[in-house]
């Protein structure tokens, strides 16, 4: 557990043991649990984590030296910018967050495959040598702006991502300094060197402004708890209360593309780019806890439930609008409008998971099934099979089947119909890749009395409660697919503990018993939604059963989301599936216009396997008859696996 401050509040300068985990609070009613505490072991997301561990990392360093990304930083050094540049305003951040990537790979592999470590570990020292060669003698770090025959540092703040890229270079020296704290890494040292310029030139005293697209804050304020500087943690907090104001130029789309039309305190919803504003909701997160700020917190628990409840698909993903990428109005949730960036779902679990580590009360659960509901329909959904393309965005309507992406071309982004190897704007293949690395973080936290299961699938933990008060347990489960987790201990303190588990909203009808180690059974109860805990004096081999309901499901969406009024959508546990158009070959809707079908829902969905079947209704106009056939359904995260085809997860109804 870290240590904390007496006068800062803030986690002390010995930071050997702080959990290898992107968030450390200063404060929180239960902290993550880190890499070195919980194992994923098997399952879905062993097999997401294997497959990014052994494919998606090299593809994104080829990638970033095809593009000469990584060669900017060469160039930088060298002295031969701007001629030769290449990639947007922002590729610095790639750069970043594929070494933040692998960093968390890094600790994920140190005790099973620590060859595997060592050799990622020494590729990332290589590229990080050549980002130390860029930097500036004041701390200065970007290859875009700020030498001769470019524009001047901090100049173009609307547009210009300096102290976005920033943000993620902090991110990833957190994360090194999180996996190697004993030893020197030359990022922790680049970082610190560019957060003491920022701010010397953000100050109270300095440029009143703010980064058109926020990250800086959530950086800083990591950055600050990792290295014990509570004065970055005070300038994330000056970002913050300066956004808001007016302090950015207003654009086309108006100042609420980077949320700098209202006070951040005074929002009561997310709006503008999706990304933007859920980094920023969640660096204020950071900010309101570590300086006790309980009405900015307050606040920021409302703009959370008020989009998810009114701005959030189905599947988690967030932003409706292609344009400017941003958030509709309450209720603007069209399918086939969809934008719903990668990057917008991993901005969403990262402000749901900072208010989750706050939160003593009933909304824990929510904001994990949150968490969990975007892990599996935004996250999971990007990445190919094989790991190496991607959604950029992810509509939950396809009309017209795509063009396959050449595998050697870099696509537009948000363009492609199916997964594109590399695009111009690149920011969602690391993203994805950091989030997979680090995933174990998310599947458990801990107190003073014990042990919350937030996220199910096969794992191993084990950490300590206080000190001497050691626990391991070993989480059995075949979850998403059947509902049955079972948390085993194999460590426990003299004294009671409380075991908790998330009951997600969906599970009505969910139980929990007790399995003494003697294999005695307690009666089963049936629990409510939310948090069930189960507290008692546990000995070596008690096992904590939760069933949860995992059959498929019918669910008619809320009648103020217009655009899908008049239809379903089916789910099973968390995951949410879809109708594509390649299952009704072979059937007798075969060739049928995909606009005439409908979902029939008085036959009961049926599973095959792995998937779920629905009896489906095509009317085929032209003939003038109705013809019903079975088709499977796919769970929405593998669809377009096999190739080109029309899509939709809201199917009208009868």
């Known amino acids: 557990m870290t240590t904390t401050g007496a006068e800062t509040g803030l986690p002390s300068a010995s930071l050997a043991t702080a959990p290898v985990a992107p968030v450390v609070p200063a404060r929180g009613a239960r902290r993550m649990l880190g890499l070195g505490e919980v194992t994923i072991t098997g399952g879905f997301w062993a097999d997401r984590q294997r497959v990014n561990g052994e494919h998606t990392l090299s593809h994104i360093g080829d990638w970033l030296e095809r593009e000469g990304w990584i060669a900017n930083f060469d160039l930088a050094a060298a002295g031969g910018l701007p001629q030769g540049r290449r990639g947007r305003e922002f590729s610095d951040s790639e750069v970043y967050k594929y070494l933040e990537a692998v960093a968390w790979e890094v600790g994920r592999l140190d005790a099973s495959d620590p060859a595997r470590a060592a050799e990622l570990e020494q590729r990332a020292d290589a590229v990080v040598a050549r980002v130390a060669a860029a930097q500036q003698a004041d701390g200065y770090l970007n290859t875009m702006f700020g030498r001769e025959g470019q524009a001047p540092r901090w100049s173009q703040l609307e547009w210009g991502h300096e102290l976005y890229c920033l943000g993620h270079l902090f991110q990833s020296a957190v994360a090194w300094q999180r996996v190697r704290p004993t030893s020197h890494k030359e990022i922790v040292e680049i970082a610190r060197r560019s957060a003491d310029l920022v701010l010397e030139a953000f100050g109270e005293a300095g440029i009143q402004s703010v980064c058109g697209h926020a990250e800086i804050e959530v950086g800083l304020a990591e950055l600050g708890r990792a290295l014990g500087r509570p004065e970055y943690v005070a300038q994330a907090l000056l970002f913050v209360e300066r956004r808001g104001h007016g302090v950015l130029a207003d654009i086309e789309w108006g100042r609420s593309y980077y949320q700098d039309d209202i006070p951040v305190r005074e929002a009561v919803v997310l709006r503008g780019h999706a990304v933007r504003a859920n980094y920023l909701a969640a660096g204020a997160v950071d900010v309101a806890v570590d300086t006790s700020d309980e009405d900015l917190l307050t606040a920021l628990v409302s703009q959370w439930e008020r989009t998810a ?162 626990v391991e347990l070993t989480v059995e489960t075949e979850y998403p697919a059947r509902g049955v987790i079972r948390v085993r201990v194999d460590a426990a303190p003299s004294g009671p503990v409380t075991l908790s588990l998330r009951v997600p909203a969906w599970a009505a009808g969910a139980s929990v018993r007790t399995i003494t180690g003697d294999e005695t059974p307690s009666q089963s109860r049936a629990v409510e939604t939310g948090m069930v805990s189960v507290t008692r004096e546990f000995a070596v081999g008690d096992v904590v059963e939760l069933t949860l309901p995992i059959v498929p499901r019918f669910t008619a969406p809320d009648p103020r989301v217009d655009a899908i009024r008049g239809t379903v959508v089916v789910q099973r546990g968390p995951e949410v599936f879809a109708l594509e158009s390649v299952d009704l070959d072979g059937t007798a809707l075969e060739g049928a216009d995909f606009a005439d079908l409908f979902v029939d829902t008085s036959v009961a969905l049926r599973e095959v396997g792995s998937g779920v079947t629905a009896g489906v209704t095509a009317a085929v106009r032209r003939r003038g008859t109705s013809e019903v056939a079975d088709v499977p359904l796919v769970p929405y995260h593998s669809w377009a696996n096999r190739g080109p085809s029309s899509m939709r997860v809201w199917i009208p109804s009868s």
């Open 309 to 470: 409840e009114r701005r959030t698909y189905v599947t988690g993903g967030q932003g409706s609008h292609h344009q400017d990428e941003a958030f509709g109005e309450d209720w603007e949730l069209p399918s086939d409008r969809a934008y719903s960036e990668t990057c917008a779902g991993i901005a969403s679990i990262m402000f749901s998971e900072r208010l989750l580590l706050q939160d003593s009360g009933e909304n824990v659960a929510r904001y994990g099934d949150l968490v969990e509901r975007t892990l599996y329909n935004v996250v999971a959904t990007s990445p190919q099979a094989d790991g190496r393309a991607f959604f950029y965005s992810n509509t939950l309507h396809q009309r017209v089947p795509g063009a396959v992406s050449d595998p050697d071309v870099v696509s537009p982004r948000a363009r492609s119909a199916l997964r594109a190897p590399w695009f111009e704007v690149s920011c969602c293949p690391p993203n994805v890749a950091r989030t997979f690395a680090s995933l174990a973080a998310y599947i458990a936290t801990a107190d003073a009395s014990g042990v919350q299961v937030l996220q199910y699938a096969p794992a191993r933990i084990a950490t300590e409660l206080s000190p001497g008060r050691a």
